[in-house]
T-cell receptor
Framework: SQQGEEDPQALSIQEGENATMNCSYK?????LQWYRQNSGRGLVHLIL?????REKHSGRLRVTLDTSKKSSSLLITASRAADTASYFC???????????FGAGTRLAVHP | GAGVSQSPSNKVTEKGKDVELRCDPI?????LYWYRQSLGQGLEFLIY????????KSGLPSDRFSAERTGGSVSTLTIQRTQQEDSAVYLC?????????????FGPGTRLTVL
């Protein structure tokens, strides 16, 4: 069963705009990670936020974590066409660091 | 350095046949994971290896699925008597060791189609 749920399921924006994706989860976690997937194949790790952190930045990415609400958000600023991909949140609450993924958000950035 | 590799990249098989999917993790990575992704869905955990042992097989959907890892490196996922619902992308990931704070490095996946 899926732990995380992302919304929106799909997001379409213009280049230069910001994109915000949200993720909710159900159980306690050690960390939450965001991954990107192009063309339905391999995933690329974007950022990891630990359960005792509230916000983290990496380049144009900003991730927030609210453990009281069991939710996280991923913000991509100044989006580019190359950001077009599916974005997944994943939590490690399954033990052995196995990741529990949500269904993902499909982001389309139009030139 | 080399990333996680998987073979074949695509596999088409007939219902009832057995298939073997291979994963070569990053050298030195002791933790290895198999996931399955059905069309338009997120990833579903299948099995975890630490070295050659599999302490967590909880995600294997049926006894038709098995996996092994030899020499603490290459892993093979075997699906016996394939069914159409087995069609999916099978992804392998590795990480340096078990830790709550290690990212996982994913291979490109094997797209399995069962006709």
């Amino acid at each position: 069963s899926q732990q995380g749920e992302e919304d929106p399921q799909a997001l379409s924006i213009q280049e230069g705009e910001n994109a915000t994706m949200n993720c909710s989860y159900k159980t306690s976690i050690n960390n939450l990670q965001w991954y990107r997937q192009n063309s339905g194949r391999g995933l690329v790790h974007l950022i990891l936020i630990r359960s005792n952190e509230r916000e983290k930045h990496s380049g144009r990415l900003r991730v927030t974590l609210d453990t009281s609400k069991k939710s996280s958000s991923l913000l991509i600023t100044a989006s580019r066409a190359a950001d077009t991909a599916s974005y997944f949140c994943a939590t490690d609450s399954g033990g052995y660091n196995k990741l529990i993924f949500g269904a993902g958000t499909r982001l389309a950035v139009h030139p | 350095g080399a990333g996680v590799s998987q073979s074949p990249s695509n596999k088409v098989t007939e219902k009832g046949k057995d298939v073997e999917l291979r994963c070569d993790p990053i050298s030195g990575h002791t933790a290895l994971y198999w996931y399955r992704q059905s069309l338009g869905q997120g990833l579903e955990f299948l099995i975890y290896f630490q070295g050659n042992s599999a302490p967590d097989k909880s995600g294997l959907p049926s006894d038709r699925f098995s996996a092994e890892r030899t020499g603490g490196s290459v892993s093979t996922l075997t699906i016996q008597r394939t069914q159409q619902e087995d069609s999916a992308v099978y992804l392998c990931a590795s990480s340096p060791r078990y830790s709550s704070y290690n990212e996982q490095f994913f291979g490109p996946g094997t797209r399995l189609t069962v006709l």
